[in-house]
């Protein structure tokens, strides 16, 4: 998460860094940052004494919060675990179409054109001279 930007849990608590004092309760944390105050406010998590004044809209608002972070979490962990797969299993469109590119053409233009052996003879007979 990001820690140096202002976060607006901060209108609800003071930040001594690294921890932070509840505007409503009091309560004071000695470390934590945003993350645990946002907590405290929203009722949520084990490791923080939850406040006791907090105005429900200003509870329900971080609850969202934390609820919308988790999520968005969990679904860069999911989108990173496709493309690891997908990695995993070659599935790469191109990368097999351009590695015989370079000077063996010839071969490639045989088997796609081998009926007009007249057309051919004359680029392959070039290069193998
Ligand atoms: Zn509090």
Redesign the pocket.
């Known amino acids: 998460m990001s820690g140096r930007d202002k976060d607006i849990v901060w209108e609800h ?1 003071e930040n001594f860094y690294p921890g932070w004092r ?6 004071q944390k000695a470390g934590g940052g945003a993350t645990r105050l946002k907590q ?2 929203a009722h949520r998590g084990a490791e923080v004494v939850h ?4 105005p429900p809209d200003v509870r329900e608002y971080f609850q969202r919060d934390i609820e919308k972070a988790r999520k968005a979490t969990a679904e860069r962990a999911r989108e990173r675990l496709r493309r690891e797969k997908a990695a995993a299993e070659g599935n790469y469109p191109g990368d097999g179409a351009d590695a015989g590119g370079g000077g063996g053409g010839g071969g490639i233009l045989i088997r796609f054109t081998g009926i007009h052996c007249t057309y051919i003879c004359t680029p392959v007979s070039d290069y193998e001279y």
């Not at 509840?22 to 309560?27: G, L, R, S, W």
């Not at 406040?51 to 907090?54: A, E, I, K, P």
């Open positions: 608590g509840c505007k409503y309760c009091n309560t405290h406010l406040c006791r004044n907090v």
